[in-house]
C-alpha cells in the first residue's frame, strides 16, 4: 500500500533536548510538507520540500530543521530552541510542488510530542 | 491579507438532518481549494479539490461547491460515523503557491 508514515505516535522530551520525527512516503510524490497543529487553531506550516536537497521556510520555521536528502525521506528536527514544541506535528506530501494543478497534500498519522 | 475562515466552529445534527458547513475565503489569486476530514487523533483525510467557480464534486452523503468568495460541504442525511473534524484549505496563486488552511468545523452527528 502507498502511503505515508510517521514515526513515533507518541514522544515526551525533556526541555532542553533536540528531538527528530520520522516521515517517509512511497507515492512517488515530489513534494513534501510539515505542519504544527495546535487546538483550536489551523494547521501551521513549518517547512516545506519541492525536490531533493532544497526546502523552503514555512510560517513558523524558527526553532526548527529539516533535511531532504532522498524523495521518500523528510525529517524534522525539534531544536531546545524551539518555545512551545509541545503540538501535534503532521507530515505531508503531494505530487506537484506548488503550480501543478492537482496539488491535493495526503497527511501522514501524525506524532504527538510532549515536552516534560 | 490572504484568509480563510470556516464556520460554523461547531455543529452538532441529529441523525439524517441534512447541512452545510461554509468556508469563506479572500486570496489574491485562488489555484485551488481542498477539503479534508481529520477524525481525532489522526491525519486530515482528502476528501475534495475545486478549481473554479460552478464546480461541484460528490462522495458518498457529501458534496462541495465552489463559488467566488467560498466554498460550501453539504451533509445529506449524515450517520454518527461522519462525525469529525470538516478542512478547507486554499492555494493562493503566487511565488510559493502557498496553502492556507481554516480552522476546521467540528461536526457531531447524534444517533
Known amino acids: 500500500d502507498g502511503g505515508i508514515t510517521q514515526s513515533p505516535k507518541y514522544l515526551f522530551r525533556k526541555e532542553g533536548q533536540n528531538v527528530t520525527l520520522s516521515c517517509e512516503q512511497n507515492l512517488n510524490h515530489d513534494a513534501m510538507y510539515w505542519y504544527r497543529q495546535d487546538p483550536g487553531q489551523g494547521l501551521r506550516l513549518i517547512y516545506y520540500s519541492q525536490i531533493v536537497n532544497d526546502f523552503q521556510k514555512g510560517d513558523i520555521a524558527e526553532g526548527y530543521s529539516v533535511s531532504r536528502e532522498k524523495k521518500e525521506s523528510f525529517p524534522l528536527t525539534v531544536t531546545s530552541a524551539q518555545k512551545n514544541p509541545t503540538a501535534f506535528y503532521l507530515c505531508?506530501?503531494?505530487?506537484?510542488?506548488?503550480?501543478?494543478?492537482?496539488?491535493?497534500?495526503?497527511f501522514g498519522p501524525g506524532t504527538r510530542l510532549t515536552v516534560l | 491579507e490572504d484568509q480563510v475562515t470556516q464556520s460554523p466552529e461547531a455543529l452538532r445534527l441529529q441523525e439524517g438532518e441534512s447541512s452545510s458547513l461554509n468556508c469563506s475565503y479572500t486570496v489574491s489569486g485562488l489555484r485551488g481549494l481542498f477539503w479534508y476530514r481529520q477524525d481525532p487523533g489522526k491525519g486530515p483525510e482528502f476528501l475534495f479539490t475545486?478549481?473554479?467557480a460552478g464546480e461541484e464534486k460528490e462522495k458518498e452523503r457529501l458534496k462541495a461547491t465552489l463559488t467566488k468568495k467560498e466554498s460550501f460541504l453539504h451533509i445529506t442525511a449524515p450517520k454518527p460515523e461522519d462525525s469529525a473534524t470538516y478542512l478547507c484549505?486554499?492555494?493562493?496563486?503566487?511565488?510559493?503557491?502557498?496553502?492556507?488552511f481554516g480552522k476546521g468545523t467540528r461536526l457531531h452527528i447524534l444517533p
Open positions: 475545486l478549481y473554479s
Open positions: 484549505a486554499v492555494q493562493v496563486i503566487g511565488r510559493d503557491d502557498k496553502i492556507i
Open positions: 505531508a506530501s503531494s505530487k506537484g510542488g506548488g503550480r501543478e494543478p492537482h496539488n491535493e497534500q495526503f
